[in-house]
């Protein structure tokens, strides 16, 4: 099933050449159907790529979704002209009386600064208290994930003394899990980060499971006890060649940067990277978007915001259990 997005938008000739299954505004239209509703918080600089590599992943289900994408009111991107701005992202003041069955927040550039120093910081923790009372499921991804976990929880980041950077071997903790059900034993996912969040800390919070870590990348999976909430450290969204172009960015600007690792075939740039994580990367946003959204959130959004909160309600709300 497709996803629903702009006619006009960008990535929606990208993902037809690729024979990605799309629906146009026009086409959605004439059928007589729910789609899910997601809204995609994107904090990237580079708004096309970002986009079209999620809507990649976010295609490949048996689903029919229908995409708005968010930006920050607070700041504007250098990157993106105010024209393309205009016609395919929203504001918050556009959303915050609509209900959405899933959010997702991107990562963003700026985790080596203090969350209170990031110019949107006060936006964007207005988004994540909406979101908590209008999104029935949050998927929040890399400093994203960094982000929420210390707004909701108060849990901090910690400044590494190299960039953790490359792909790196992960392994399931809680197999029975329905966001990892698929999943093997061991899997490899991108990293990309200067900073990290400390097993130690989250053993101090109840309602929070790690449902995977790495021994050499750290944190990778976590999740609140009611599945509403999930938190995930790296970049299962990336392309091939995405690590590349970071790695070969720095070097242009004179930056010292190792080598991405496990990423490049025979660890050699000119011989191209090897692409290991595709398939679980794939797993990881189908699961999410199935039973953590599809078969969880109301057909009638308008009840959301009454009914399905985070603390629960004496409707008692069907949760995703750990």
Same mark, same amino acid.
């Given at each position: 099933?497709? $996803?629903?997005?702009?006619?006009? *938008?960008?990535?929606?000739?990208?993902?037809?050449?690729?024979?990605?299954?799309?629906?146009?505004?026009?086409?959605?239209?004439?059928?007589?159907?729910? #789609?899910?509703?997601?809204?995609?918080?994107? *904090?990237?600089?580079?708004?096309?790529?970002?986009?079209?590599?999620?809507?990649? @992943?976010?295609?490949?289900?048996?689903l029919q979704i229908e995409v708005d994408f968010l930006r920050t009111a607070t700041y504007t991107s250098r990157h993106a002209s105010a024209e393309y701005l205009e016609e395919f992202y929203k504001t918050f003041d556009q959303v915050r009386k609509l209900s959405y069955d899933g959010l997702i927040i991107t990562g963003a550039p700026v985790e080596t600064m203090e969350f209170e120093d990031v110019e949107y910081w006060d936006e964007l923790c207005e988004i994540m208290e909406w979101g908590a009372n209008?999104?029935?499921?949050?998927?929040?991804?890399?400093?994203?994930?960094?982000?929420?976990?210390?707004?909701?929880?108060?849990? @901090?980041?910690?400044?590494?003394?190299?960039?953790?950077?490359?792909?790196?071997?992960?392994?399931?903790? $809680?197999?029975?899990?329905?966001?990892?059900?698929?999943?093997? +034993?061991?899997?490899?996912? #991108?990293?990309?980060?200067?900073?990290?969040?400390?097993?130690?800390?989250?053993?101090?919070?109840?309602?929070?499971?790690?449902?995977?870590?790495?021994?050499?990348?750290?944190?990778?999976?976590?999740?609140?006890? +009611?599945?509403?909430?999930?938190?995930?450290?790296?970049? #299962?969204?990336?392309?091939?060649?995405?690590?590349?172009?970071?790695?070969?960015?720095?070097?242009?600007?004179?930056?010292?940067?190792?080598?991405?690792?496990?990423?490049?075939?025979?660890?050699?740039?000119?011989?191209?990277?090897?692409?290991?994580?595709?398939?679980?990367?794939?797993?990881?946003?189908?699961?999410? *978007?199935?039973? &953590?959204? &599809?078969?969880?959130?109301?057909?009638?959004?308008?009840?959301?915001?009454?009914?399905?909160? *985070?603390?629960?309600?004496?409707?008692? #709300?069907?949760?995703? @259990?750990?």
């Amino acid at each position: 099933m497709p $996803v629903k997005i702009s006619d006009a *938008l960008p990535a929606k000739n990208v993902l037809e050449q690729e024979n990605i299954f799309v629906m146009t505004e026009k086409r959605a239209a004439s059928q007589d159907i729910r #789609p899910l509703r997601l809204l995609i918080l994107n *904090l990237m600089p580079l708004k096309t790529s970002t986009e079209t590599s999620l809507l990649r @992943r976010l295609s490949n289900t048996p689903l029919q979704i229908e995409v708005d994408f968010l930006r920050t009111a607070t700041y504007t991107s250098r990157h993106a002209s105010a024209e393309y701005l205009e016609e395919f992202y929203k504001t918050f003041d556009q959303v915050r009386k609509l209900s959405y069955d899933g959010l997702i927040i991107t990562g963003a550039p700026v985790e080596t600064m203090e969350f209170e120093d990031v110019e949107y910081w006060d936006e964007l923790c207005e988004i994540m208290e909406w979101g908590a009372n209008h999104v029935f499921a949050t998927l929040f991804l890399c400093w994203g994930a960094q982000a929420g976990l210390y707004y909701h929880y108060g849990i @901090r980041k910690y400044a590494m003394e190299h960039k953790m950077f490359g792909i790196f071997e992960h392994r399931v903790k $809680v197999s029975n899990t329905p966001l990892l059900r698929g999943f093997d +034993d061991t899997f490899k996912a #991108p990293h990309s980060r200067h900073t990290e969040v400390r097993s130690e800390d989250l053993e101090k919070v109840k309602e929070l499971h790690v449902l995977s870590d790495s021994d050499e990348a750290g944190l990778y999976i976590v999740a609140s006890e +009611d599945g509403r909430q999930v938190f995930v450290f790296g970049h #299962p969204e990336y392309e091939s060649g995405t690590l590349d172009q970071e790695y070969r960015r720095d070097i242009d600007k004179g930056l010292h940067i190792e080598m991405p690792k496990n990423y490049y075939r025979n660890d050699d740039p000119e011989q191209g990277p090897v692409v290991s994580w595709y398939s679980h990367a794939q797993l990881l946003y189908t699961n999410w *978007l199935n039973y &953590y959204v &599809y078969q969880t959130t109301p057909f009638d959004l308008d009840l959301l915001p009454e009914t399905y909160t *985070l603390q629960g309600s004496p409707a008692e #709300p069907k949760h995703i @259990r750990l």
